[in-house]
Protein backbone atom coordinates (compact mmCIF):
# COMPACT_ATOMS: atom_id res chain seq x y z
CA UNK A 1 0.00 0.00 0.00
CA UNK A 2 1.33 3.30 -1.32
CA UNK A 3 0.40 6.32 1.18
CA UNK A 4 0.66 9.59 0.13
CA UNK A 5 1.04 12.86 2.21
CA UNK A 6 1.11 15.99 1.50
CA UNK A 7 3.97 18.30 2.13
CA UNK A 8 3.02 21.43 4.17
CA UNK A 9 5.49 24.69 3.20
CA UNK A 10 7.06 25.55 5.99
CA UNK A 11 7.46 29.60 6.15
CA UNK A 12 9.88 31.29 8.26
CA UNK A 13 9.72 34.63 8.80
CA UNK A 14 11.95 37.01 11.09
CA UNK A 15 10.01 40.33 10.24
CA UNK A 16 6.93 41.73 9.65
CA UNK A 17 6.99 43.55 5.91
CA UNK A 18 5.05 47.15 6.63
CA UNK A 19 3.69 47.25 3.41
CA UNK A 20 2.56 45.58 -0.10
CA UNK A 21 5.91 46.99 -1.41
CA UNK A 22 8.86 45.46 -0.62
CA UNK A 23 9.11 41.49 0.33
CA UNK A 24 12.05 40.09 2.45
CA UNK A 25 14.06 37.38 1.31
CA UNK A 26 15.37 34.91 4.03
CA UNK A 27 18.00 32.85 3.99
CA UNK A 28 17.25 29.08 4.92
CA UNK A 29 17.82 25.58 3.49
CA UNK A 30 14.38 25.91 1.54
CA UNK A 31 16.05 28.72 -0.70
CA UNK A 32 18.02 25.95 -1.92
CA UNK A 33 17.10 24.90 -5.37
CA UNK A 34 17.69 21.97 -8.11
CA UNK A 35 18.25 23.33 -11.25
CA UNK A 36 18.85 21.16 -14.15
CA UNK A 37 21.18 18.62 -12.30
CA UNK A 38 23.12 20.94 -10.57
CA UNK A 39 22.22 23.35 -6.74
CA UNK A 40 22.27 27.07 -6.99
CA UNK A 41 22.17 28.35 -3.40
CA UNK A 42 20.09 31.30 -3.16
CA UNK A 43 22.51 34.74 -1.88
CA UNK A 44 23.30 34.37 1.81
CA UNK A 45 22.67 37.71 2.92
CA UNK A 46 19.11 38.62 3.77
CA UNK A 47 18.07 41.82 1.44
CA UNK A 48 14.84 43.26 0.59
CA UNK A 49 13.82 43.03 -2.79
CA UNK A 50 11.39 45.84 -3.78
CA UNK A 51 8.48 44.94 -6.17
CA UNK A 52 8.47 46.33 -9.63
CA UNK A 53 12.33 47.26 -8.88
CA UNK A 54 15.20 46.03 -11.40
CA UNK A 55 18.75 44.68 -10.40
CA UNK A 56 21.41 46.57 -12.30
CA UNK A 57 24.34 44.56 -12.26
CA UNK A 58 26.67 46.51 -14.14
CA UNK A 59 26.56 49.94 -16.45
CA UNK A 60 27.33 50.57 -19.80
CA UNK A 61 27.12 53.03 -22.74
CA UNK A 62 26.33 50.60 -25.69
CA UNK A 63 24.17 48.18 -25.36
CA UNK A 64 21.46 47.24 -22.21
CA UNK A 65 20.56 43.95 -22.21
CA UNK A 66 18.04 42.79 -19.96
CA UNK A 67 18.04 39.12 -19.36
CA UNK A 68 14.39 38.01 -17.83
CA UNK A 69 14.42 34.76 -15.05
CA UNK A 70 16.09 31.92 -16.47
CA UNK A 71 17.65 33.59 -19.36
CA UNK A 72 19.87 35.81 -17.13
CA UNK A 73 22.58 33.11 -17.26
CA UNK A 74 22.64 33.89 -21.23
CA UNK A 75 22.51 37.28 -21.09
CA UNK A 76 25.88 37.11 -18.89
CA UNK A 77 27.52 35.25 -21.77
CA UNK A 78 26.43 37.85 -24.22
CA UNK A 79 27.94 40.12 -22.22
CA UNK A 80 30.90 38.84 -22.23
CA UNK A 81 31.02 38.20 -25.86
CA UNK A 82 30.45 41.70 -26.16
CA UNK A 83 33.22 43.04 -24.27
CA UNK A 84 35.54 41.34 -25.73
CA UNK A 85 34.46 43.06 -28.66
CA UNK A 86 35.23 46.05 -27.14
CA UNK A 87 31.49 46.79 -26.73
CA UNK A 88 30.24 48.82 -23.59
CA UNK A 89 27.29 46.66 -22.05
CA UNK A 90 24.66 47.58 -18.77
CA UNK A 91 23.78 44.35 -17.68
CA UNK A 92 20.40 44.29 -15.85
CA UNK A 93 17.63 41.45 -14.16
CA UNK A 94 14.59 42.94 -14.74
CA UNK A 95 13.10 40.40 -12.07
CA UNK A 96 9.72 41.48 -12.52
CA UNK A 97 7.81 41.40 -15.87
CA UNK A 98 4.85 43.50 -13.75
CA UNK A 99 5.04 45.89 -12.67
CA UNK A 100 7.77 47.12 -15.09
CA UNK A 101 10.73 49.19 -13.70
CA UNK A 102 9.97 51.90 -16.05
CA UNK A 103 12.27 53.95 -14.89
CA UNK A 104 15.48 51.93 -15.23
CA UNK A 105 14.66 50.93 -18.62
CA UNK A 106 13.89 54.66 -19.33
CA UNK A 107 16.91 55.41 -18.30
CA UNK A 108 19.34 53.18 -20.37
CA UNK A 109 16.96 53.30 -23.42
CA UNK A 110 18.23 57.18 -22.98
CA UNK A 111 21.72 56.08 -22.68
CA UNK A 112 22.89 53.29 -24.21
CA UNK A 113 22.44 52.83 -28.79
CA UNK A 114 20.46 49.48 -28.48
CA UNK A 115 17.85 47.86 -25.74
CA UNK A 116 18.24 43.98 -26.01
CA UNK A 117 16.15 41.52 -23.95
CA UNK A 118 16.08 38.34 -23.66
CA UNK A 119 13.44 35.83 -22.08
CA UNK A 120 12.24 32.18 -21.70
CA UNK A 121 8.83 33.08 -23.28
CA UNK A 122 6.99 33.98 -26.99
CA UNK A 123 8.06 37.02 -28.58
CA UNK A 124 4.57 37.64 -29.27
CA UNK A 125 2.88 39.80 -25.90
CA UNK A 126 6.03 38.87 -23.94
CA UNK A 127 8.36 41.59 -22.03
CA UNK A 128 10.41 42.71 -24.83
CA UNK A 129 6.92 43.77 -26.61
CA UNK A 130 5.68 45.31 -23.45
CA UNK A 131 9.42 47.18 -23.24
CA UNK A 132 8.93 48.52 -27.00
CA UNK A 133 5.15 49.43 -26.44
CA UNK A 134 6.77 51.38 -23.09
CA UNK A 135 9.44 53.57 -24.84
CA UNK A 136 7.13 54.03 -28.12
CA UNK A 137 4.89 55.75 -25.28
CA UNK A 138 7.70 57.70 -24.14
CA UNK A 139 9.11 58.56 -27.55
CA UNK A 140 12.11 56.89 -27.04
CA UNK A 141 13.47 55.93 -30.55
CA UNK A 142 15.97 53.58 -29.00
CA UNK A 143 16.16 50.20 -31.23
CA UNK A 144 15.07 46.87 -28.83
CA UNK A 145 16.27 43.60 -30.41
CA UNK A 146 13.84 40.61 -28.71
CA UNK A 147 15.38 37.43 -27.95
CA UNK A 148 12.99 34.75 -27.26
CA UNK A 149 10.33 31.97 -28.94
CA UNK A 150 8.60 32.08 -31.89
CA UNK A 151 5.19 32.11 -31.92
CA UNK A 152 4.49 28.74 -33.47
CA UNK A 153 4.64 25.01 -32.04
CA UNK A 154 7.93 24.48 -30.75
CA UNK A 155 8.98 20.53 -31.13
CA UNK A 156 9.50 18.41 -27.81
CA UNK A 157 13.43 18.18 -27.24
CA UNK A 158 16.12 19.00 -25.08
CA UNK A 159 16.19 22.79 -24.12
CA UNK A 160 19.65 23.66 -25.57
CA UNK A 161 19.31 21.91 -28.59
CA UNK A 162 15.35 23.77 -28.99
CA UNK A 163 17.08 27.08 -28.01
CA UNK A 164 20.51 27.03 -30.64
CA UNK A 165 17.42 26.14 -33.32
CA UNK A 166 15.05 28.93 -32.54
CA UNK A 167 18.21 31.71 -31.50
CA UNK A 168 17.58 31.90 -28.06
CA UNK A 169 21.83 31.89 -27.54
CA UNK A 170 24.21 34.33 -26.70
CA UNK A 171 25.90 33.87 -30.07
CA UNK A 172 22.47 35.04 -31.58
CA UNK A 173 21.90 37.69 -29.35
CA UNK A 174 25.51 39.35 -30.44
CA UNK A 175 24.62 38.74 -34.05
CA UNK A 176 21.59 40.45 -33.92
CA UNK A 177 23.14 43.25 -32.01
CA UNK A 178 26.27 43.98 -33.71
CA UNK A 179 24.34 45.13 -37.02
CA UNK A 180 22.42 47.85 -35.19
CA UNK A 181 25.45 48.72 -33.49
CA UNK A 182 27.39 49.38 -36.77
CA UNK A 183 24.71 51.46 -38.26
CA UNK A 184 24.58 53.68 -35.20
CA UNK A 185 28.65 54.34 -36.01
CA UNK A 186 28.13 54.71 -39.66
CA UNK A 187 25.73 57.69 -38.79
CA UNK A 188 27.76 59.47 -35.80
CA UNK A 189 30.26 61.67 -37.67
CA UNK A 190 34.31 61.19 -36.20
CA UNK A 191 35.62 64.13 -34.61
CA UNK A 192 39.13 64.48 -36.64
Known amino acids: MIVWRKRKASIKTEATIPSTSAILFLPTK ?12 SNRNRRLLEIGKAEVVQHGR ?5 GLGAMFEIAEEAARKLEEKGISVALIN ?11 LEFFARSVDVVCTIEDHVLYNG ?3 AVMEH ?10 VR ?6 FIEHGA ?3 LRKKHGITADALVEKVLPLLRKKSKLTPSVA
Open 94 to 104: PRWIKPMDTGR
Open 30 to 41: ENTHATRGRERK
Open 147 to 152: IGWPDQ
Open 159 to 161: VPI
Open 62 to 66: DVAIF
Open 127 to 129: FGC
Open 135 to 144: LDSQMINTPV
